[in-house]
C-alpha cells in the first residue's frame, strides 16, 4: 500500500527559502502512470495547486507561482521535494504532497500526504 | 478568488440528496472531462470521491456521484448521514493552460 509523508521546517522566516520532501513509502515514483504534485491550502480556507513533477523531471507549475517554485526528483525514485524561494506571510498554510492521475495530462489527486503545517514568521 | 465558483454551504436532512456545483468556464470545465471532486474531513487531508466528471475510485461509497453539463460540474451526495455534516468538497479542473485549478470549497450542514 503506497502511502505519501510530508517532512520539513514547521517556520521559515521571511525572504527565505521553503523546502519540503515528500517520502513515497510502499512504492516509487517510476511506477505506473503517475504525476507527483503538491497542493498548499490557507488556514481555513481553499486549496491552491503548486505544480506536479513526473519521475523523469518533467513539470508543470501554477503560473502564480511559477517565479519561485521549482520541483525535483529524489534518488531512487522514492522522493520529491519543493522548493519556494522569497516567502512572505502569504505563504503560511498547510502543504500537501500527493500522487496525480495522468492520462494524456496529470489531473486528479488520488493518494494524500497528511500534510505539513507550515508557518512563516521571524 | 477561486478560479472555479463553488457554493460556500449546502445543507439537506438526513436521507435526502444534495447537490454541489462547480461553475467555470470553457477555458476549463466546459471543456474538458477532467473534473474531479474531494472530500475533506476537518482537520484532515483531502480524499478523491470523484475524477473524469463521473468516475468513482475503488472504495468510495455510491452515495457520491458526478455530471456535467456546459461550463458547471455538479456532485451529488444521496442519501445523506449525520456523519457527513462539517465535511468539505472541493472541485478540481484541468485547464487548456495545462495547470489544475480549484474551487473554493463547499462545506455541508446536516440539518
Known amino acids: 500500500q503506497v502511502r505519501l509523508e510530508e517532512s520539513g521546517p514547521a517556520l521559515v522566516k521571511p525572504s527565505q527559502t521553503l523546502s519540503l520532501t515528500c517520502t513515497v513509502h510502499g512504492g516509487t515514483m517510476n511506477y505506473g502512470q503517475y504525476y507527483w504534485g503538491w497542493i498548499r491550502q490557507y488556514p481555513g480556507k481553499g486549496l491552491e495547486w503548486i505544480g506536479n513533477i513526473y519521475y523523469s523531471g518533467r513539470t508543470f507549475y501554477n503560473p502564480s507561482l511559477a517565479r519561485r517554485v521549482s520541483l525535483s526528483v529524489g534518488t531512487s525514485y522514492r522522493q520529491f521535494s519543493l522548493r519556494l524561494t522569497s516567502v512572505t506571510a502569504a505563504d503560511t498554510g498547510v502543504y500537501f504532497c500527493?500522487?496525480?492521475?495522468?492520462?494524456?495530462?496529470?489531473?486528479?489527486?488520488?493518494?494524500w500526504g497528511q500534510g505539513t503545517m507550515v508557518a512563516v514568521s521571524s | 478568488q477561486s478560479p472555479l465558483t463553488q457554493p460556500a454551504s449546502v445543507s439537506g436532512s438526513p436521507g435526502q440528496s444534495i447537490t454541489i456545483s462547480c461553475t467555470g468556464t470553457t477555458d476549463e470545465v466546459g471543456t474538458y472531462d477532467l473534473v474531479s471532486w474531494y472530500q475533506q474531513h476537518p482537520g484532515r487531508a483531502p480524499q478523491l470521491v470523484i475524477f473524469d466528471v463521473g468516475k468513482r475510485p475503488s472504495g468510495v461509497s455510491s452515495r457520491f456521484s458526478g455530471s456535467k453539463t456546459g461550463n458547471t460540474a455538479s456532485l451529488t451526495i444521496s442519501r445523506l448521514q449525520a456523519d457527513d455534516d462539517g465535511d468539505s468538497y472541493y472541485c478540481?479542473?484541468?485547464?487548456?493552460?495545462?495547470?489544475?485549478?480549484f474551487g473554493g470549497g463547499t462545506k455541508v450542514t446536516v440539518l
Open positions: 500527493a500522487r496525480v492521475i495522468w492520462s494524456g495530462s496529470p489531473h486528479s489527486f488520488d493518494l
Open positions: 478540481c479542473s484541468y485547464t487548456h493552460s495545462r495547470i489544475l485549478v
